[in-house]
């Protein structure tokens, strides 16, 4: 079976592109030959070629990393040597990459900090000879605080606060009902080295460990409390994050939760279904207790009977009658039979 190669679209940009752009200068020496004007074309081939080199740069080649980049306000990009790290490039005001750890302030290395010789930076950089390095791009998605969903490739990471929507279902109160919650995520990313290299998908982590926490908050009390005191609930869960920020947060995602918000909690959508459940397996409990408890019943009684011998027999037969009301009914010949042998062959 043969492997097809997919070849990089920027090669053949870089084919186009240059040719034109060698062209005034190519065409220039071609007038060595032809005249003796030759050094002053070959002069404003250069300079020709030089513009178009600005022009394509700024306009085809940033636009897809091909030996430089745009990098917009609060953003930063990972800069590949091969199939590994090599750099980040950071555009945020007053900030830089930290280049070690510093335990005293809390700082790893790869940390976004404050710097204090913090002088305004391009957003248009080189950042390499492509394609030895390339700048990192991966696949995102994610929901949004007014609800858009995002599905995408991107080559850059926000280091600013960004709002996330997440919902959950069936989450269990205190007393075993389900509720659903929709809440709000307010997270920073402070190394993106971390962020995109050492958890395969950073944000399905952050919100998959907030969703665990929150079930446990919810779980902890019924619905009537959360819903008398939301403030309590949200409170709640921020303080429980709050105590996974530094190892889990941190070291390993590289992100800080900032605040998490409650924004809705109700009654699951599923709740009815559920409750008719939960019921029909209380009620398949109760009867199989109920069956149990008549089965060792039945069992002592016959029991009783086989350790009363013949006359206790019938003696639990006639209280059995008794019990079951009336003055009339029929006795099978035998059991007539029995009951005049032991009453001396008299009848009544």
Not at 178 to 189: G, H, Q
Not at 229 to 240: I, S
Not at 257 to 266: A, F, P, T, Y
Request: overall charge positive; glycine content about 8%.
């Amino acid at each position: 079976m043969k492997m097809k190669m997919k070849i990089d679209k920027r090669w053949w940009t870089l084919g186009w592109t240059g040719t034109i752009i060698l062209s005034p200068t190519i065409a220039a020496l071609g007038s060595l030959l032809v005249t003796w004007m030759s050094p002053f074309l070959i002069l404003g081939g250069i300079i020709a070629s030089y513009y178009l080199f600005r022009f394509f740069a700024w306009n085809v080649w940033g636009e897809q990393n091909l030996f430089f980049t745009f990098i917009g306000e609060n953003r930063a990009k990972i800069v590949m040597k091969g199939y590994a790290f090599h750099k980040v490039l950071l555009q945020k005001q007053d900030s830089k990459v930290s280049e070690k750890d510093d335990p005293v302030q809390e700082i790893i290395s790869g940390d976004i900090v404050k710097d204090p010789d913090y002088k305004k930076r391009s957003d248009f950089v080189y950042y390499g000879f492509w394609p030895i390095y390339d700048i990192h791009t991966y696949h995102f998605k994610w929901k949004g605080a007014n609800g858009k969903e995002g599905d995408k490739i991107i080559d850059y990471i926000l280091t600013k606060t960004v709002q996330y929507l997440f919902a959950l279902d069936r989450v269990e109160d205190k007393e075993g009902f389900p509720l659903e919650l929709e809440c709000l995520l307010d997270v920073r990313v402070i190394n993106p080295h971390l962020t995109l290299f050492n958890i395969p998908n950073w944000l399905d982590m952050t919100v998959n460990h907030v969703h665990k926490r929150t079930r446990e908050l919810i779980g902890s009390k019924a619905f009537k409390t959360w819903a008398n005191n939301p403030v309590k609930a949200q409170k709640g869960l921020y303080d429980k994050i709050e105590a996974d920020q530094e190892r889990l947060f941190h070291r390993t995602l590289g992100v800080v939760i900032e605040n998490v918000g409650i924004l809705d909690i109700n009654p699951s959508r599923h709740r009815d279904i559920l409750l008719k459940e939960s019921i029909a397996k209380k009620s398949r409990a109760a009867i199989l207790v109920e069956a149990d408890a008549e089965a060792q019943r039945i069992a002592k009684v016959s029991q009783a009977i086989k350790d009363a011998g013949e006359s206790g027999q019938v003696a639990l037969l006639m209280e059995a009658l008794k019990k079951e009301g009336g003055s009339n009914f029929v006795l099978p010949s035998k059991l007539t039979n029995m009951i005049e042998s032991i009453g001396g062959g008299k009848k009544q």
